[in-house]
């Protein structure tokens, strides 16, 4: 009986299992459409900084091209590309540890103390979600000028910490606030202050949405191109976007050169989607996944 | 959870608010005084009150551009709302296929707004780039065109490239929407005998309603902010066919040195991203967002 049964069960379920196989066509075909308009424009950029100049205007639309070069690749690096890799690198990682730094600290007390100005510092930091870059950058450029910092990388770093902190400070608010009440009091109990508490239990159990807004920050910063356009003028100061924006006046008609630099900047955020998928990912909807 | 404010709990805040009052919040409160003033950002600026505020909404290419950026706000909101819902459900859906589909999908989402614009202005659109090569291998020589070069065309151009840099995004947020929708509705739905086409109408749609209204808000307020895509790809031209109130702030300010007039573009670009902030608050609620946000 009980033979039989399963027999019957698996009968049963081979035409589900056949039709879970075979995808709905539908579906299907709209899915490769949209594979198509989102993968295209970036296999041809690939394939075009492969081609020559001269081969660049009778290259096929599909193909790469069949003696594919790197002198677009060498062309880039040698006019200078790794100084803007390494400008961008520099303003990103300080910019970075700042926000999460402060953010942290302050995050930590807006999730422990009740008291009112605390809870009013949260309103102002929500306040700041709402503030577009764009509003403040006027006044902005004027205040970093005044301090002596145009035209610097330094001078790029206190905006983009200002408003990195917003997001970072409302993401590790909610996290925090999750950690479990009974470990603090423990931890109190040991005669354990604040700074304490902090390093040693909420630094260590917050890794996850630490992860999140490092992730988060890191492209923000690593892809801003207003702050860099309009706090620095000289090259060498100049961060990848703005680099590759001159490049394109510099350039002019060698497309393929063009698309080499733009691939060497988008270089170092494939690899990490490709090693930290769901993490990177994670960090584009920080805050807004909700 | 004490409430006392203690030193250190200050001096835990001080850096942060330091950071935020310097250089966020207070450059956006002087960018309301200085809206009153007529300064070039070097003589000394002379007070004119709300002059800057008046020209704002007399000056004809201000008016327009504030036209430009209501219409790039509705035509994004059109285009991009169903297409990421659609890849959003499409996605949410546990087929290996899918999700390998999903790994190209979101390619667009790792580009700088600049590497974009790049992209698409000078090998895409560009006259003798990919889309016009392909318009004349299929034999629609007649359709090719100078995409952002006709005045005609080139925001509905922009439009279309700003749509492929963010349509990704909103269908990261469709996909934990949709995964979130307890799996008990579709099967007593199946129960009942309701096809894939009203399981979608009746329950996929009516439970993504905080995700569109999360998403519709970004993308409106997104459209207010628009800026590096269409800079890089247009400058805000040919003629004034793409210079949208970003656009028009930044060539006022920067270019002109219009400091105060640009001012006071800038403020309105901050009243109406503030407006439609608070709507999505009160919309949504910020408690009734973050449940949604398990299913990434």
């Known amino acids: 009986m009980a033979v039989g049964q399963s027999t019957a069960r698996r009968e049963a379920a081979k035409p589900a299992r056949l039709r879970r196989m075979l995808p709905n066509p539908i579906p299907l075909v709209l899915g490769l459409v949209?594979?198509?308009?989102?993968?295209?424009?970036?296999?041809?950029m690939f394939i075009t900084s492969l081609?020559?100049?001269?081969?660049?205007?009778?290259?096929?639309?599909?193909?790469?091209?069949?003696?594919?070069?790197?002198?677009n690749y060498l062309g880039v690096i040698q006019n200078g590309i790794g100084l803007y890799f390494l400008n961008s690198a520099f303003v990103t990682v300080i910019s970075v540890v700042l926000i999460v730094a402060v953010s942290l600290l302050a995050a930590y007390a807006i999730a422990r103390i009740r008291s009112r100005v605390v809870q009013l510092t949260?309103?102002?930091?929500?306040?700041?979600?709402?503030?577009?870059l764009q509003a403040a950058i006027i006044p902005i450029y004027v205040l970093i000028v005044r301090?002596?910092?145009?035209?610097?990388?330094?001078?790029?770093?206190?905006?983009?910490?200002?408003?990195?902190?917003?997001?970072?400070?409302?993401?590790?608010?909610?996290f925090i606030r999750d950690i479990p009440n009974e470990l603090y009091d423990s931890m109190v109990l040991d005669g354990s202050g604040h700074f304490r508490i902090l390093w040693n239990l909420v630094f260590p159990l917050s890794r996850p949405a630490l992860i999140t807004v490092?992730?988060?920050?890191?492209?923000?910063?690593?892809?801003?191109?207003?702050?860099?356009?309009?706090?620095?003028?000289?090259?060498?100061?100049?961060?990848?976007?703005?680099?590759?924006?001159?490049?394109?006046?510099?350039?002019?008609?060698?497309?393929?050169?063009?698309?080499?630099?733009?691939?060497?900047?988008?270089?170092?955020?494939?690899?990490?989607?490709?090693?930290?998928?769901?993490?990177?990912?994670?960090?584009?909807?920080?805050?807004?996944?909700? | 959870m004490s409430r006392r404010l203690s030193w250190s709990i200050s001096l835990m805040l001080l850096p942060a608010v330091a950071f935020f009052v310097v250089f966020a919040l207070?450059?956006?409160?002087?960018?309301?005084?200085?809206?009153?003033?007529?300064?070039?950002?070097?003589?000394?600026?002379?007070?004119?009150?709300?002059?800057?505020?008046?020209?704002?909404?007399?000056?004809?290419?201000?008016?327009?551009?504030?036209?430009?950026?209501?219409?790039?706000?509705?035509l994004s909101w059109i285009v991009q709302t169903p297409i990421s819902l659609l890849l959003g459900v499409f996605l949410a859906g546990r087929q290996r296929y899918r999700a390998l589909l999903g790994v190209f999908y979101f390619l667009p989402l790792l580009f700088s707004a600049v590497a974009i614009g790049l992209i698409w202005a000078s090998s895409m659109l560009s006259a003798n780039g990919a889309l016009n090569s392909f318009l004349q291998a299929i034999g629609a020589s007649s359709l090719t065109n100078d995409w952002l070069g006709n005045p005609n065309i080139a925001l509905y151009a922009v439009i279309a490239v700003i749509a492929w840099q963010f349509i990704p995004f909103h269908t990261l947020l469709y996909q934990a929407g949709t995964r979130q929708i307890p799996q008990v509705l579709y099967e007593a739905a199946r129960i009942d005998g309701a096809g894939t086409l009203q399981q979608f109408f009746y329950i996929t749609l009516?439970?993504?309603?905080?995700?569109?209204?999360?998403?519709?808000i970004l993308i409106l307020t997104g459209s207010l902010t628009y800026f590096d895509v269409i800079y890089v790809m247009t400058g805000g031209g040919p003629g004034y066919a793409t210079r949208t109130l970003p656009l028009q702030m930044y060539i006022t300010a920067f270019q002109d040195a219009q400091i105060g007039y640009g001012s006071a573009i800038a403020v309105i670009l901050a009243v109406v991203g503030v407006l439609l902030s608070l709507i999505m608050i009160r919309l949504t609620g910020f408690g009734r967002m973050e449940s949604q946000a398990e299913g990434l």
């Open chain 1, 34 to 44: 949209w594979f198509v308009i989102a993968f295209y424009p970036v296999y041809y």
């Open chain 1, 51 to 71: 081609r020559t100049q001269a081969g660049f205007l009778s290259g096929s639309l599909w193909l790469p091209p069949s003696n594919p070069t790197i002198e």
């Open chain 1, 122 to 132: 949260f309103r102002m930091f929500l306040l700041g979600l709402a503030i577009p």
């Open chain 1, 147 to 174: 301090i002596g910092l145009y035209d610097t990388l330094y001078g790029l770093i206190p905006p983009q910490v200002a408003f990195g902190i917003p997001l970072t400070v409302l993401i590790l608010v909610n």
């Open chain 1, 214 to 290: 490092v992730i988060y920050n890191a492209l923000q910063v690593w892809n801003n191109f207003l702050f860099p356009l309009i706090l620095t003028q000289s090259s060498n100061v100049q961060t990848l976007p703005l680099a590759l924006q001159q490049f394109q006046g510099q350039y002019g008609v060698n497309v393929p050169g063009l698309m080499a630099a733009v691939f060497l900047s988008v270089l170092p955020i494939i690899v990490l989607y490709v090693v930290a998928r769901r993490q990177l990912l994670g960090g584009l909807t920080a805050g807004f996944g909700k």
């Open chain 2, 26 to 74: 207070g450059p956006m409160i002087a960018a309301v005084y200085i809206s009153l003033l007529d300064w070039n950002g070097i003589s000394t600026p002379h007070w004119v009150g709300f002059g800057n505020w008046a020209k704002a909404f007399t000056d004809s290419v201000t008016l327009h551009s504030i036209f430009l950026t209501v219409q790039v706000m509705v």
């Open chain 2, 206 to 216: 009516p439970q993504l309603k905080y995700t569109v209204v999360t998403s519709t």
